[in-house]
């Protein structure tokens, strides 16, 4: 059975840090890209960063020079660091196994991040 398990979620203060993390089973980790994705109610999911199989990263501009997307295939892990929050970060935070072309998408279930005072 194919999960994305989303955790690391929470409320912080302006300013402040969180590590969110996706623990993968059921399918190859290593051969798909990893994407997180966010996603504030009544607008639509918009990409945050991406890690591709070999490593390489990419990041909105939004949140580009505060977050940090790591992988560990062994541990089938997919982070993402995120550092100096902004009260426009607060969003339900998704991670993404990216088939590509040949393979299926799958999906996790989100994790909130609330950042306020």
């Known amino acids: 059975q194919v999960q994305l398990v989303e955790s690391g979620g929470g409320l912080v203060q302006p300013g402040g840090s969180l590590r969110l993390s996706c623990a993968a089973s059921g399918f190859t980790f290593s051969r798909y890209d990893m994407r997180w994705y966010r996603q504030v109610s009544g607008k639509e999911r918009k990409l945050v960063a991406t890690?591709?199989?070999?490593?390489?990263?990419n990041y909105a501009d939004a949140v580009k020079g505060r977050f940090t997307i790591s992988r560990d295939n062994a541990e089938k892990t997919v982070y993402l660091q995120m550092n100096n929050l902004k009260p426009e970060d607060t969003a339900v935070y998704y991670c993404?196994?990216?088939?590509?072309?040949?393979?299926?998408?799958?999906w996790g279930q989100g994790t909130q991040v609330t950042v306020s005072l």
């Open positions: 890690i591709s199989t070999g490593g390489s990263t």
């Open positions: 993404k196994a990216d088939g590509g072309f040949w393979l299926n998408d799958y």
